[in-house]
């Protein structure tokens, strides 16, 4: 939108504003009715049933006697637990997002010719169309890189023959394009908003052939195609843990539900990419970075348990920080006890963390994962488990690879891109119904009156 506003303009949308509570503020009481469940979860936390899958589940808590229970966090693909499929890939030395790209989308775990003949497809798909970057990407740079690859992956339906096309092989096919491309889009939309916003030179890198996605990305991101063995690895292991994580997450429900009514697969994906962007869904892990910056500022004694504690009650009473409330980092929809992708992270993250510099900072997120708990018992009397999840320390492993910030929630949707394609593919060929859940509405009725009578 221009920046530039007549005084009559700027009026009428601040009369708007001022008058819109009036007619249209909804009471949170409102809310209330058995009925309605709010976020689509129960009154004890536990998500409203909203369909079946095979593809993966994330369990934080069991129901025994009609009672939730809490657990330690587990998440499946395909009925493989996430510890075991990083495991494998890390003992045998290798890449492990392709294998988790065929198993998500297959159903089953590629044998050592099916993967070999995975990773030629996805060598083969990964180069953007003839001209795409420089028509879609650096004509219309974005500061944003999430908005960009929204809007890149939507523009790919006009490099489409087949666009509308939902048999299976048509959405596997166009499934494996954008699991390929999407790396490059993000790393080019990156490379355009260096140079657009911060004057930065121009440097484009075109995917090389023979290397794994996370080799790829690492190359085409940096302007000097540098990367190390172990960035790779550890990139690799991020996109593996990020890939899917059930059917009710916010934007794998939101590709579903544009899914149900049998649009195109740009369409829906476009649609996650957005649920994604939010600061309470994948966004967090840029809030993570942001609030530990004003921790690090307003915490003098870093190694102090009753400074730490007394900012971090600062921050949950909307003191400092983004005065939204929040431990970014903390809790979950699912998990209670603990978050597998957090541990799994935060190992990494100790492991890196004195090499680069940073223990020091790895110790006062430890400290904030282990006090948030109390500043929320305190001020806001919850009793409820909470516990950090994939987003705290995902952040520092970023930093500490070199990735800077405006890339942390795109890399996320990298790896997501493939639950997303999956599930829209059972969304569409096993679905069955359009999802449309009601609303009660709070209106009453009223008689029309003419203009003049207003």
Same mark, same amino acid.
């Given at each position: 939108?221009?920046?530039?506003?007549?005084?009559?303009?700027?009026?009428?949308?601040?009369?708007?504003?001022?008058?819109?509570? +009036?007619? $249209?503020?909804?009471?949170?009481?409102?809310?209330?009715?058995?009925?309605?469940?709010?976020?689509?979860?129960?009154?004890?936390?536990?998500?409203?049933?909203?369909?079946?899958?095979?593809?993966?589940?994330?369990?934080?808590?069991?129901?025994?006697?009609?009672?939730?229970?809490?657990?330690?966090?587990?998440?499946?693909?395909?009925?493989?637990?996430?510890?075991?499929?990083?495991?494998?890939?890390?003992?045998?030395?290798?890449?492990?997002?392709?294998?988790?790209?065929?198993?998500?989308?297959?159903?089953? =775990?590629?044998?050592?010719?099916?993967?070999?003949?995975?990773?030629?497809?996805?060598?083969?798909?990964?180069?953007? *169309?003839?001209?795409?970057?420089?028509?879609?990407?650096?004509?219309? *740079?974005?500061?944003?890189?999430?908005?960009?690859?929204?809007?890149?992956?939507?523009?790919?339906? %006009?490099?489409?023959?087949?666009?509308?096309?939902?048999?299976?092989?048509?959405?596997?096919?166009?499934?494996?394009?954008?699991?390929?491309?999407?790396?490059?889009?993000?790393?080019?939309?990156?490379?355009?908003?260096?140079?657009?916003?911060?004057?930065?030179?121009?440097?484009?890198?075109?995917?090389?052939? $023979?290397?794994?996605?996370?080799? $790829?990305?690492?190359?085409? =991101?940096?302007?000097?195609?540098?990367?190390? *063995?172990?960035?790779?690895?550890?990139?690799?292991?991020?996109?593996?843990?990020?890939?899917?994580?059930?059917?009710?997450?916010?934007?794998?429900?939101?590709?579903?539900?544009?899914?149900?009514?049998?649009?195109?697969?740009?369409?829906?994906?476009?649609?996650?990419?957005?649920?994604?962007?939010?600061?309470?869904?994948?966004?967090?892990?840029?809030?993570?970075?942001?609030?530990?910056?004003?921790?690090? +500022?307003?915490?003098?004694?870093?190694?102090?348990?009753?400074?730490?504690?007394?900012?971090?009650?600062?921050?949950?009473?909307?003191?400092?920080?983004?005065?939204?409330?929040?431990?970014?980092?903390?809790?979950?929809?699912?998990?209670?006890?603990?978050?597998?992708?957090?541990?799994?992270?935060?190992?990494?993250?100790?492991?890196?963390?004195?090499?680069?510099?940073?223990?020091?900072?790895?110790?006062?997120? +430890?400290?904030?994962?282990? =006090?948030?708990?109390?500043?929320?018992?305190?001020?806001?009397?919850?009793?409820?488990?909470?516990?950090? $999840?994939?987003?705290?320390?995902?952040?520092?492993?970023?930093?500490?690879?070199?990735?800077?910030?405006?890339?942390?929630?795109?890399?996320?949707?990298?790896?997501?891109?493939?639950?997303?394609?999956?599930?829209?593919? +059972?969304?569409?060929?096993?679905?069955?119904?359009?999802?449309?859940?009601?609303?009660?509405?709070? %209106?009453?009725?009223?008689?029309?009156?003419?203009?003049?009578?207003?």
């Amino acid at each position: 939108m221009s920046k530039i506003m007549s005084q009559e303009t700027q009026k009428f949308f601040d009369n708007l504003c001022a008058k819109y509570p +009036e007619y $249209n503020q909804v009471d949170p009481k409102s809310y209330e009715n058995e009925n309605i469940k709010r976020g689509l979860r129960n009154a004890d936390g536990t998500g409203v049933l909203a369909g079946v899958t095979r593809i993966g589940t994330a369990q934080g808590y069991y129901v025994e006697d009609g009672v939730r229970r809490d657990m330690e966090g587990r998440l499946i693909y395909r009925g493989y637990d996430i510890r075991d499929l990083v495991a494998g890939s890390v003992e045998d030395d290798r890449f492990g997002f392709e294998e988790t790209i065929y198993l998500l989308l297959c159903g089953v =775990l590629p044998d050592s010719n099916q993967l070999s003949v995975l990773n030629s497809v996805i060598n083969e798909m990964c180069a953007l *169309p003839a001209k795409f970057t420089e028509d879609m990407i650096l004509r219309a *740079p974005s500061r944003d890189i999430m908005n960009k690859l929204a809007r890149a992956v939507l523009a790919l339906y %006009s490099y489409d023959d087949n666009p509308d096309d939902i048999t299976l092989s048509n959405m596997i096919n166009q499934s494996f394009s954008l699991i390929a491309r999407s790396p490059m889009i993000v790393a080019h939309a990156y490379a355009a908003k260096r140079h657009y916003f911060d004057k930065e030179s121009l440097v484009l890198h075109f995917p090389k052939d $023979n290397l794994s996605l996370a080799e $790829n990305f690492l190359y085409t =991101l940096r302007q000097d195609g540098k990367y190390t *063995p172990e960035e790779a690895r550890l990139l690799d292991i991020c996109l593996v843990l990020h890939a899917e994580h059930g059917g009710g997450n916010n934007s794998t429900f939101s590709c579903r539900t544009v899914t149900s009514s049998h649009t195109d697969t740009y369409s829906a994906i476009a649609a996650a990419i957005g649920s994604l962007k939010g600061p309470k869904h994948g966004g967090a892990n840029i809030k993570v970075m942001q609030m530990f910056e004003g921790i690090k +500022e307003g915490v003098k004694k870093w190694d102090d348990d009753d400074e730490i504690s007394a900012f971090l009650e600062k921050i949950v009473l909307k003191k400092v920080c983004d005065r939204s409330g929040l431990i970014y980092g903390m809790g979950h929809a699912v998990y209670t006890l603990s978050d597998p992708r957090s541990i799994l992270l935060k190992k990494y993250a100790k492991d890196l963390a004195p090499r680069h510099g940073k223990l020091e900072e790895f110790q006062l997120l +430890e400290s904030v994962e282990r =006090l948030a708990p109390a500043a929320f018992a305190k001020i806001k009397g919850n009793t409820k488990t909470i516990s950090a $999840n994939v987003d705290m320390y995902s952040g520092l492993v970023y930093e500490m690879l070199g990735i800077p910030p405006e890339l942390y929630t795109p890399i996320f949707a990298v790896a997501r891109m493939v639950g997303w394609c999956a599930h829209r593919i +059972e969304e569409a060929l096993y679905g069955g119904r359009i999802i449309r859940p009601g609303y009660r509405a709070l %209106s009453p009725q009223k008689a029309y009156s003419p203009l003049e009578d207003r």
